[in-house]
């Protein structure tokens, strides 16, 4: 774990430019509902969130919310394998009319046969309270600090950051 706020924000930025671009995590709802695959979206190009996903009135996921707010979280990698994240925070459905259009695209219309005013669609809110995110620790490069005769665990130390997402 870094012990320096500049390396700290640099992997958090780091985190939320590959969410942009790979999108896909394990969203989930702890031991009540298991994680599965979402495709997340943040509005904006602020680095925070909150986070969106479409979802369907008819999954377990979107029925276990109900009206209310759960404790969730969703796991990252992205498609490099060079950030890593788990990121926990809120989830609660947010119909919010404006949020659909301006998050609506061709891939989340394939999944609404009557596009954004399908009954089924339901917009999910993630608003995001923690993260450990993890930057490049494939076992190459550990294979490659211990021939060189580094300790691959103390030089990682510095590519793992804890922040708060609030």
């Keep these: 774990m870094t012990d320096d706020p500049q390396k700290d924000a640099e992997i958090e930025a780091r985190f939320w430019a590959a969410l942009r671009k790979d999108m896909t995590v394990m969203l989930g709802l702890g031991s009540e509902i298991e994680s599965r695959p979402m495709t997340a979206q943040i ?16 999954s377990d996921l979107v029925e276990h919310l109900g009206q209310g707010a759960k404790d969730a979280s969703f796991h990252f990698v992205s498609k490099g394998h060079d950030v890593w994240a ?54 190459l490069v550990a294979g490659f600090l211990s021939i060189l005769g580094r300790d691959p665990k103390k030089d990682y130390q510095d590519n793992v950051a804890e922040v708060s997402l609030r």
């Design 43 to 58: 509005e904006g190009d602020e680095n925070q969130g909150p986070i969106w996903f479409f979802g369907n009135t008819e």
């Design 86 to 139: 788990t990121v926990s925070g809120t989830l609660q459905v947010d119909n919010n009319k404006a949020m659909i259009d301006a998050l609506w695209n061709p891939h989340a219309a394939a999944w609404y046969e009557n596009g954004k005013d399908d009954p089924k669609l339901a917009l999910l809110r993630m608003d995001v309270t923690h993260a450990k995110i993890w930057k490049d620790g494939s076992s």
